[in-house]
């Protein structure tokens, strides 16, 4: 039996995969403008590279592997001492000491590290307390997703359910998350 060969319908891109390949980047990158320009980054390369499509996977598999490195991209440019370079942050927005420093040159915090600390294992404390308080399957979904980071297909094969109800499941268990958190670690 031939192996199917998949093939491009660059027309339909947008229509087809905009909204799935905004939410995958969206997760990963908690920025909206920044999650559209990468999607957009991600069509235009595969516009450029479609020449090397093979066929062998299919088009949303193949963007979301060109997505994938665009956002490894980012993250490497950004925590990269010439993108460090590139990333100012305010330091004084207004008076005679207006400005802003290099990030990479900010000056430490003087906090003291172990309150930091403390802190940090309060709120891994409270929000595995709250992923405790979520139904079953939420919090199996949610761990699975986004703490053990398997992939969609993983999940949905090893719970036999289907992605939309998937993603339904994850939204509903970071809504709750987000309440339960709000409710026993910000506003306290």
């Not at 997760?27 to 320009?37: E, G, Q, Y």
């Not at 990468?38 to 479609?50: E, H, M, N, P, W």
């Not at 939204?171 to 506003?187: G, I, P, S, V």
Request: a neutral charge.
């Amino acid at each position: 039996m031939a192996e199917k060969t998949h093939t491009l319908n660059t027309n339909k891109w947008i229509d087809n995969y905009a909204d799935y390949l905004y939410n995958y980047t969206i997760t990963r990158v908690n920025n909206s403008d920044l999650a559209k320009d990468l999607v957009q980054d991600t069509f235009f390369a595969g516009l450029k590279s479609a020449k090397n499509f093979q066929g062998k996977a299919t088009e949303r598999t193949w963007l979301v592997s060109i997505l994938k490195r665009k956002i490894i991209d980012h993250y490497r440019k950004i925590n990269s001492k010439k993108g460090q370079a590139e990333v100012r942050m305010n330091f004084y927005d207004d008076g005679e000491n207006e400005g802003s420093w290099l990030e990479e040159r900010v000056p430490q915090s003087w906090d003291n590290a172990s309150e930091k600390n403390i802190e940090n294992e309060e709120l891994r404390n409270q929000l595995e307390g709250c992923i405790n308080k979520l139904p079953e399957k939420y919090a199996m979904v949610f761990r699975m997703k986004t703490v053990q980071e398997f992939e969609t297909a993983e999940i949905c094969k090893e719970l036999e359910i289907t992605s939309s109800n998937l993603w339904v499941m994850i939204h509903r268990a970071r809504t709750q998350l987000r309440k339960c958190m709000e409710d026993n670690w910000f506003n306290n």
